[in-house]
């Protein structure tokens, strides 16, 4: 016989396989690997953040070691800050230098993200003594289908797929108790760095799981040395993660951290939201009610039809044969109440301070200034219900576990998942089918002229116009330029403010220097202005941009 270390490994292995098996299933190997036009030339956010990657494996090193200081751009710039997953990039730089060549790692960033978040959930149904094979195998598979997970990647936020963080968080709190002080400061401390070092939103979702695991340690005694420990604890990775902060950039940086931010409210979840896909669900298409406002789309937090079934039978269950369950409830209510507060906080926290019911505004409210700072710093708030997913499919296996016998419990749990599987398909689908390549990035044309140059200006540059098109050709041109490691005076990252009327004083003094070319929009700048800088014989017609350099047409 095995022993129980044996049987664990076994099943993490087994967690992992699926997780791995399900993205690749999903997006196909060539996506993972890197090689896929639409990996290799993206559009939308993922072309930031493969630019911020490029211009950071080109970089030499140097702190904070974020920042990227070969743009030739006049403003500060910081992988924390072009969602380039960070900790990634750190990692592959080294490999990066040594072959000469960037690296594409956010395919491999997906498989990661769906192997550990396959692992540590089998973590979690062990802590819950749910080790059977069929719970594990559906568990694994169930987790990687979380919708708010998956449609992250449709909307090309993949530094945002690591949901593996929050299940990771969840496992790190039940555990809290059984941990010496080293291995708990380790795990938390190396989870929340590196949830800082992925993306800012997930340190801020971690990091009061993390506080409530400190308290779960030594029960809730309250005595002098007691409360010792747990400021230690609290104190030495608090202590770590603004380090890692400082180190990274994140600290310090230059950035101010409130603009362009439209503010709390705005990117916020609709109460409609758990039940409603956006187009996104196959057994119940629609969905548009869980949108009250387009910036409503960022708080996607569809739960699927498997978790709906699920939750239904759990409350019937409960509901049913209360005087039989009572007790093991009462005592799983009484084991995690903190972490159930928190979540009901998050929830909470995610509908924002103007609360919809589909398209209305059923009530709104002021935040008080003194938190409104750092309510706006994080404000796509819709994003702090995604740990209820994990949490959610957790107690249903849990619940149907101790109600069922086991070949009824399978079965059931086996339908949960079916239903989960069939209710993604279309996201699932749109996930694949849904990521052509830039026009401009993935032409051979495109790419034969801006590579005889060392630097590319563009007018206007991103974040001063709002229209999309622009926007999305700039994304293109700032990739290619990412590629042949061009100086530009346009760069895409958040929480950066460019002073647009200064860049529109400069389209009309920017000079044709050799080794330069310069971008004007067709619709922003027309043929009038280009015959005013007496470039007629300098500028060619290239889609929706006068394109000008001194060697002419």
Known sequence: MFDLKTLLAFRILIAALIG????????????????????????????????????????????????????????????????????????????????????????????????????????ILDQLRIRG??????????????????????????????????????????????????????????ELIAALWIHPYFLAMTYPVFMLAIMRRQGFAWHRQVIANKVILLVAVTAAIVLAGWIGGHIGAGFDSRAPSDGYGIYSMNLLAPFGAMGMSTLFPGGGYAQGTA?????????????????????VVIYRDWSSHSVRVMMAVMETWPLLILVVLFALYSLSNRIYFADMLIAEYEVPGLILGLFDTFRASGRFFWIVYPLMVATIWWIVSRAFTPPKANVIILTIVGLQLIDTSSLRDAMASEKPPGEIAVSREWHELISRYHRIELYPPSHCTDDWDNIEDNFSLQLLAGYYGLSTNSVSSARLVVPCETRKAEAKVTALTPGKLVFFRRDVYGQDFIESRGWADSCDTRGQFYVCSSSGR
């Not at 730089?93 to 993200?113: A, D, E, H, Q």
């Not at 909307?155 to 929050?166: D, E, S, T, V």
């Not at 910036?295 to 409350?315: E, K, M, P, R, T």
Request: negative net charge.
């Open 133 to 190: 094979l069929v719970p594990v195998i559906s568990g694994a598979i169930m987790i990687c289908l979380a919708p708010a997970m998956l449609y992250r990647f449709w909307l090309w936020h993949p530094a945002l797929c690591g949901h593996f963080l929050l299940t990771a968080a969840i496992f790190g709190y039940l555990v809290a108790d059984h941990w010496r002080s080293t291995h708990f400061v380790l795990f938390w401390g190396v």
């Open 295 to 315: 910036a409503q789309i960022d708080g996607f937090n569809y739960l699927g039809a498997g978790v709906f079934f699920g939750s239904l039978l759990s409350l």
């Open 20 to 123: 791995g098996g399900i993205s690749i299933w999903i997006l196909s190997l060539e996506f993972i690997v890197g090689t896929a036009d639409a990996v290799r030339f993206p559009r939308g956010d993922q072309a930031q953040a493969l630019t911020g990657a490029l211009y950071f494996f080109q970089d030499h090193w140097h702190l904070p070691l974020f920042a990227i200081e070969n743009t030739g751009f006049d403003l500060p710039v910081n992988l924390a800050f072009t969602d380039s997953i960070p900790l990634l990039a750190l990692i592959f730089k080294p490999l990066s230098m040594w072959l000469s060549m960037p690296i594409n790692y956010f395919g491999y960033w997906i498989l990661i993200c769906f192997v550990l978040q396959s692992v540590f959930f089998i973590l």
